[in-house]
């Protein structure tokens, strides 16, 4: 989902009524990023506090790619690690993840391994379908283990879009809320849920309703489904004791857009890339009776300060023996203070920008490769931006193109090299750029090796279904990361 994907947020036809009225009771975060311009990794950030290139959620295969957690994929969120839900655990918290995992989807990565106690949804994105020879359908879990597999046991019809999946995450999240609630249980809800990506999905209720086509359905039935999860809460009369955040994982996928793919408002291309429309997401945090209502925050915010943030909230110190990229909003959202801090935008293994203050400086450049460009794959459709949007891997660590995202949010107009703006911004810049290079560990990768003898042949559970699958001999290969 992109920035300009909510009435809040400007998007023409306001159809996003129960998320708009959500910012209008508390408050509306309009600089929040993303750690990674790409699913997988950032979902790793938002559960470990931690860049992907620290946590293990990238590819040293080639320079600077999008790498995530396909079905072939070997690796997954390593043991070393500490997720969210492990320390939530140490307050008394119940944990369950709805919807979509993608931190690996091997027996060591499964969720419940890593501190959920509760899981319904799948390890990966609800591609298909497929023949159950060259490639296994996508397994659907209840906790430990698989009960069907999508476009078989869950429908998806790719014709007409429509797929009941969002009702029956909606249907478990209060189911969920409700029991916690009866035995007077903290919890932890991660509801990742994923109809806004390729293949789009709605349900019946919702179909053709949307002046936006199929993905506005999509939205129009995301945007419902929080709307009635937040009513929840209040009949429940837990609402001033919840503490819930909006955000996507990644900017709008304007590869499939307008059809299958969302709006990013004015800012640069989308999904994929490390420009504004990459990286910058829609965000709105509500906890009646504590956030103040209507509010707008310009804080630079990340995911990755879910973590640290939820820590707080539950009582808990961020662990000590590790880096921790994620700060403590709180202060931003219940008091409405500015805490100084840069947003670093990493592609793969390298730091492509960073922001400071309103100033982004581009380190590298690249929106995708002339080959794969040519073959009609376009991360920025309709938005060439001459020397910026390259399809060559640009270095420009020497002379960093500098954009002042206020006067600029577009990344139209690089500031002059020579100009007294650039020299100070830039002197500010390196610095902390400096810093962050000196301290960077890089974790052991994870999304290098791909072997299709790995993939959803027979999770957990297949045997009780008749579903297993016949796994081919085991061929352990580099995988290859186009962009």
């Not at 040519?374 to 193109?401: A, M, R, W, Y």
């Not at 100070?424 to 072997?451: F, W, Y």
Request: glycine letters at 10%; proline letters at 7%; aromatic letters at 12%.
């Amino acid at each position: 989902m992109g920035w300009g994907d909510l009435g809040a947020f400007g998007e023409p036809s306001k159809e996003t009524p129960n998320l708009d009225q959500m910012a209008s009771e508390g408050m509306l975060f309009l600089d929040f990023y993303t750690a990674n311009p790409l699913c997988s990794p950032s979902r790793a950030a938002l559960l470990t506090g931690r860049l992907p290139v620290r946590n293990g959620f990238y590819t040293t295969n080639a320079h600077a790619r999008n790498a995530y957690t396909p079905q072939d994929i070997v690796g997954g969120i390593p043991d070393s690690e500490l997720l969210l839900p492990e320390l939530l655990k140490k307050a008394g918290y119940i944990n369950k993840i709805i919807g979509k995992w993608h931190l690996g989807h091997r027996p060591q990565f499964h969720p419940l391994k890593h501190g959920f106690d509760e899981w319904f949804g799948s390890p990966n994105c609800h591609f298909g379908p497929f023949d159950n020879r060259a490639l296994p359908n996508i397994p659907v879990y209840r906790d430990w283990e698989m009960i069907g597999r999508y476009y078989e046991d869950f429908k998806i019809d790719l014709k007409t879009g429509e797929a009941n999946l969002t009702q029956i995450y909606l249907q478990e999240a209060l189911d969920f809320i409700s029991k916690q609630q009866a035995s007077q249980q903290p919890f932890f809800l991660y509801w990742a849920i994923d109809a806004t990506h390729a293949p789009v999905y709605a349900s019946k209720h919702f179909l053709g309703t949307s002046q936006r086509g199929l993905y506005g359905d999509a939205v129009r039935e995301i945007d419902d489904s929080v709307g009635k999860i937040l009513k929840h809460l209040q009949k429940l009369g837990i609402s001033e004791n919840t503490f819930v955040f909006f955000t996507s994982d990644n900017g709008a996928a304007l590869i499939s857009a307008p059809k299958q793919g969302g709006s990013n408002g004015r800012f640069l291309c989308g999904k994929q890339t490390t420009f504004e429309g990459g990286m910058r997401e829609p965000a709105i945090a509500w906890w009646p009776g504590h956030i103040p209502a209507g509010g707008v925050s310009h804080q630079l915010g990340n995911v990755m300060d879910l973590f640290t943030t939820s820590l707080s909230l539950a009582g808990l110190q961020p662990p000590r023996d590790r880096q921790i990229d994620g700060i403590d909003l709180l202060p931003a959202i219940l008091q409405g203070k500015l805490i100084d801090r840069p947003i670093f935008y990493y592609r793969g293994n390298e730091m492509m920008a960073v922001r400071v203050g309103l100033y982004k400086a581009h380190y590298w450049t690249w929106s995708n490769s002339w080959e794969e460009y040519s073959k009609g794959i376009d991360f920025c459709p309709g938005q060439n931006v001459s020397g910026v949007t390259t399809h060559t891997q640009e270095e420009h660590t020497t002379l960093p193109l500098l954009f002042h995202l206020g006067r600029d949010p577009g990344e139209k107009y690089p500031l002059s090299f020579a100009s007294d703006e650039y020299q100070r911004a830039m002197e500010q810049i390196s610095v902390v750029v400096q810093q962050h290079k000196v301290t960077m560990v890089p974790g052991e990768p994870q999304l290098n090796v791909c072997d299709k003898a790995v993939m959803n042949w027979s999770p957990p559970g297949c045997e009780k279904l008749g579903k297993c699958l016949k796994p081919p001999k085991s061929d352990p290969k580099k995988c290859f990361w186009p962009h």
